[in-house]
């Protein structure tokens, strides 16, 4: 049981102390409770943090059915097969695309304000939520991140299902979960306090760990991971 995200972020990080003071290491929370925990992973391993955001893109007429999903830094995926199998336009997709790509500008900026987003490509990254439940939105995560060309994705969440370390194992490079229960309902289960993460506390930590990693945007590491 964490007390809440921040405490769950400390105990995330001493699993990931061998991160610790690297050279192009980049720890990534998912919006919105996502933040909180990697604010304190990034604290602890002094490594800069930035945002993934994610949105699906569903399918006309049936939107819970995803054709693929957009990410933050120009990440795309389309799943051609089904797009093919049920007579999706091309049309259609771009408009799809379109009025998605408008939403996570909009949330970019609600959270970033004008500040870029850090490169991600050649770093270790290290991408953190705070529990994952069916694991659809970490696997989309994942592969749209993959078109970003990272050195290494390391899936760091503190709670899961016995069932995520097969499924977001055999995608990302490393799968790091500091519990996964046989008896899983939700993730706030695992939490005294899973109260809601407002959009201004994410703005507020990414300002502050920027203030602290201004400097730290560009990789130099050289050796392999």
Known sequence: MFQNRADAGRQLARKLDRYANREGVLVLGIPR??????????????????????????????RELAMGAIASGGARILNQRLIAELGVTEKQVAETIAAQEAELQRREELYRGVRPGIPIQRRIIILVDD????????????????????????????????????????IADEFICLDQPESFFGIGQFY??????????VRALLERSAGTFAGAHKPKERGAA
């Open 131 to 170: 529990g994952i439940a069916t694991g659809s939105s970490m696997l989309a995560a994942i592969e749209a991140l993959r078109t970003l060309q990272p050195k290494k994705i390391v899936v760091a969440v503190p709670i899961a299902p016995t069932h995520a370390e097969a499924d977001i194992g055999s």
């Open 33 to 62: 409770g996502g933040v909180p925990v990697a604010f304190e992973v990034a604290q602890a391993l002094h490594a800069p943090l930035d945002i993934l955001l994610v949105r699906k893109l569903g399918v006309p007429g049936q």
């Open 192 to 201: 005294q306090d899973f109260s809601q993460t407002e959009d201004l506390e």
